[in-house]
């Protein structure tokens, strides 16, 4: 079992940043891939960054560039640096984790999912 909290969401203006992190406790989290998902009202739950337990990632086309994904083993933390923050970057962001490798794309692939936290990005 892993437990995940979300923190970091906030408002702020169209280019603008934020960080958002995800403390992990209940096993080993450096052998877990950590994601972020997104979700906006009416929508399907999107995927946004991966990062696997060697640090490699991968990204969704929308934010590529402009999002990074990481993480610190050490401290059993993820986080997603997010720049250049556009009004469509508005959503609740989750943090999932999963003890395998792979693109791991899809929501259903992951075992255990943070609370969420709300990103609003004003025009």
């Known amino acids: 079992q892993m437990q995940l909290v979300e923190s970091g969401g906030g408002l702020v203006q169209a280019g603008g940043s934020l960080r958002l992190s995800c403390v992990a406790s209940?096993?080993?989290?450096?052998?877990?891939?950590m994601a972020w998902f997104r979700q906006s009202l009416g929508k399907e739950r999107e995927f946004v960054a991966r990062?696997?337990?060697?640090?490699?990632?991968y990204y969704a086309d929308s934010v590529q560039g402009r999002f990074t994904a990481s993480r610190e083993n050490a401290k059993n933390m993820a986080y997603l640096q997010m720049n250049n923050l556009k009004p469509e970057d508005t959503a609740v962001y989750f943090c999932?984790?999963?003890?395998?490798?792979?693109?791991?794309?899809?929501?259903?692939?992951?075992?255990?999912w943070g609370q969420g936290t709300q990103v609003t990005v004003s025009s």
């Open positions: 209940g096993d080993t989290f450096s052998t877990y891939a």
């Open positions: 990062v696997l337990w060697n640090g490699i990632t």
């Open positions: 999932a984790t999963v003890r395998k490798v792979g693109v791991l794309k899809s929501p259903d692939e992951y075992d255990f």
